[in-house]
């Protein structure tokens, strides 16, 4: 019987790719014009995921065989979220069309909603622009939207990032998904390639390119000390004087919990266990369930606390700039697994949000208890674990991401990519006797 599946299996791989040769030549006459550029469009949906597609923009837009087309979603159209949308305007990159879909709310069914106000509008925007390509990043649950759109209207997917772990958040059900519906994968890992192999993707399709966010540190200009104090100092309203010790702290919603703050008591009664002397900077938690309370939260320990501030939004160099200054990081953001690895910075990972993510030496796990995370931040301060991160390396990359990404989507055959061949089937295991 096994035998007689695997030959069943082989047959109709046969099979299908006859049935693409006949559609390759019966396409002939309608197949890419090599004069004609490549239209890609990226989708866009918070300041987080344009801080990574940054590098990768620049470069398709610097493409001579591209024709390049944002469009931008989510908290980016949001006052709330700091009105991101003019940062990418500033950029100067084309914006094809602007889907307002974010509601003003604090729940799981506004998000759902969200997926769906997103969805309705994308449908009219890629008809209407219809691109070859349609590239998305990550693992943000409005990505889901654009993803369906394309899958209806046959545009092939490309996904960055895919093959990651971070089991304390929907995010990780978002990554798969999104997956299994693209075409063509860039890994940040080695590890993540292998886990998209081993989802059943065909080999030839998965490329590690390494995380597109760390083009930012090897290719844009820092700030100095003095220009990010400036920096902030106008972003605040007030005078920032970056002392020591300096912790930024950046905690978000845990989204796969059905109280997605639940983590958060123990997380701020740390906070005001600490010693007021430690600078605090926070910057704002991503627009998922919860985030308001975390915002209130936030603000009540800044009137509480001194030498404590808080940050709507960071741009990307700024965010970057600031990590390469401070002694440590606190929180549950990816940027804390993925990034602050690129600067030996010691890193406080609190909670469950990240599990299962790839991790550097510089990170410190503990759970949500308030003498456990005091513990870990005394840790992230001494002089001696610092000294034991010297030399490190990040396992995310180191910042040649987007120019691999643009160069393989440049040149990358169009023909049958939305055929995909099937998962070969696992060998049964023998029959007891």
Known sequence: MENLEVAQSAELLNRLREMAERLRAKDAETAEDPKKKRRIAVVTTSRADYSHLYWPLRELAANPKIELGLFTLGSHHSPEFGHTIREIERDGFPIIARIECLLSSDSDTGMAKTIGLATLGLADALTAWRPDLLLLIADRYEMLAPASVALALRIPIAHIEGGEISQGAIDDAVRNALTKLAHIHFTSTETARRRVIAMGEEPWRVHHAGAPSLDHITRSTLLSHAELESHLTNLAGHAIKIQ??????????????????????????????????????????????????????????????????????????????????????????????????????????????????????????????????????????????????????????????????????????????LIKAPTPLPSKPEANS
């Open 244 to 417: 020591r010790p300096t912790i930024l702290v950046a905690f978000h919603p845990a989204t796969i919990l059905a109280n997605t703050t639940s983590e958060a008591g123990e997380f701020f009664a740390a906070l005001d266990a600490l010693d007021p002397k430690i600078q605090l900077l926070f910057v704002y938690p991503n627009s998922d369930a919860g985030s308001r309370s975390l915002i209130d939260r936030t603000t009540a320990l800044k009137k509480s606390r001194p030498n404590t501030d808080i940050f709507l939004n960071l741009p990307p160099i700024t965010y970057w700039s600031l990590m390469a200054r401070v002694d440590a990081m606190l929180g549950n953001s990816s940027s804390g697994i993925m990034e602050a690895a690129s600067f030996a910075l010691p890193v406080v990972n609190v909670g469950m949000r990240q599990l299962g993510r790839e991790r550097a030496p510089n990170i410190i796990d503990t759970p949500p208890i308030r003498a456990e995370i005091l513990s870990a931040i005394q840790k992230s301060l001494s002089p001696k674990f610092r000294t034991t991160l010297n030399g490190m390396e990040n396992p995310y990359g180191n910042g040649t991401a987007a120019v691999k990404i643009s160069e393989l989507l440049s040149t990358v055959n169009l023909d049958n990519l």
